[in-house]
DNA sequence: GTCTATACGCGGATAGAC
DNA sequence: GTCTATCCGCGTATAGAC
C-alpha cells in the first residue's frame, strides 16, 4: 500500500472517469477494472456490487458538496429575514465550483454523475441520497418554502421534483447540449455558464401563477 | 394467423406493457417471449434487435398522437393570431388522452414509454424522434416561438431542452410521484392531472425574466 | 415467409485457493 | 486482500424445419 494507491481508490478514479464518460450501463467492471489495473474480484470485495460501486463513486463528491451547500444557505439566514427565491437557487453555485479543487473539473464530473446516476438507476441512488444527506436536502426544501411561503405544500412537492427532472436531466446531456449551442448559435459556454442559465428557468417555474380552474 | 393474434403483435403488446411497468433495461426480450408466448428469436425476426423493438413500441403510439397534436395547434392558430404560451402547451393534452382510445391507459403507457425510453436510452431514441416526426416537433417548437417572440432563439434553445427534462423526468417517474402525493398530502392524482400540473411550470420556465449578469 | 432450436460472447457475481 | 475459475442470464446470430 505504498508505491501506488490502494485497490480502492484506484477503482473508484477509473470508474469515475470512465462512468462520466461513457454511463454507467455502457460501462462494464471488466473495463473499469483493467483501466485500473486491479482484479476483476476486487470491485465485489471492496464494494459488493457494481451499484453500491456506483454509490461510492457519488459519494466522494456528496461528501464534500453536501455540508458546503449546508453552511453557505445557513450564512445567508443569518443574514437577511427573506431570501429571494433565485438566491436560494444560487446558493448550491459556489459549493459546485468549490468541486473543481477536489479533482480537476470536479464539477463537470459530479453534475453529470449525479444526471446519469439519477436518471439510469430507477430508485436505488434516491433512496441512497435522501437516506444519507436528509438532513441536508431538508434545509434546503426548507429554504425554498420559506422564500415564497404563499405556496401550498402539496404544490411545492411537485414542483420541486419538476425542478428536479429539469436539472437532472439538463446535466445528464450538458455535453451535448453545449456541443448543439456551439454548434448553431456560436455560443461557448463552461458547466457554471449552463448553471446559470437554468436557475432563473428553474426559479420562475417554481414561483408560477396558481391555476385556478 | 387466424386463432391468436400475429406474433408480431402479440411481442408489440408484451412488451409494451413489461416496459411500462419495469422499464427497457430490466426488462430482457426472454421475458417479453416468454409472457407472449412466442419464441425468443421471433424477436430478431420480426424487428431485428431490442433498440428496433423499443422504438417500434413508441412508434405505436407517436403515429397517432404526432398528427393529432399538429392538428389541434393548427386549428388553434386560425382561430387566433397570437396564442397565449400557456395554451400552446395545453394543445397538447387532448391528443394525449385520445390515446387512451387507442388502448386501455394508452396515455399513461405512452407517456411512461416516453420519458422512460428518453431517459435510458442515451440517443437512439432522440434520433429515431427528430428524424420521423421532425416536421410535427419544428411545427411545435416554432408555435412556442411566436408566442413569446421576445426571448432570443439560443435563449429559446436552452429553455426547450430544460422543459423536455422537466416532462420527461416527470412522466418517467409520475407513478412514483403520484404514490407519494397521495400517502403524504392525500392527494388523489391520474395522468391528466399531473400533466396539468407540469404545463404552468413549464411555462413560466420558458417565459423567465431574462438575466442581465 | 415464418418459426424453432441452439450456440456464441459478454455482462455481473461468487466460491474457494493462496 | 487478492486471484483464478466458474456460473448464470443477457442480447444476438444462424442453420434448418415447416
Redesign the pocket.
Known sequence: ?ASRS???TRILDAAEKLFAERGF?E??????TSKAE?????????F????E?IRAVLARYLDVFMPLATDELKQLKAEKQHIPLEQVFSVLVNPLLELNKLRPDGTTLFLQLLGRGYIESQGHLRWFITTHYGEHLSFFVDAVSESVPEIPKADMFWRLHFTLGTIVFTMASADALMEIAAADFNEQNDIEAVIRKVIPYMAAGVNAPQLTA
Open positions: 500500500m490502494d485497490t480502492k450501463s460501462t462494464s467492471l471488466r473495463l473499469i486491479v482484479n476483476l474480484a476486487s470491485v465485489n470485495y471492496h459488493g456490487s457494481k451499484k460501486l
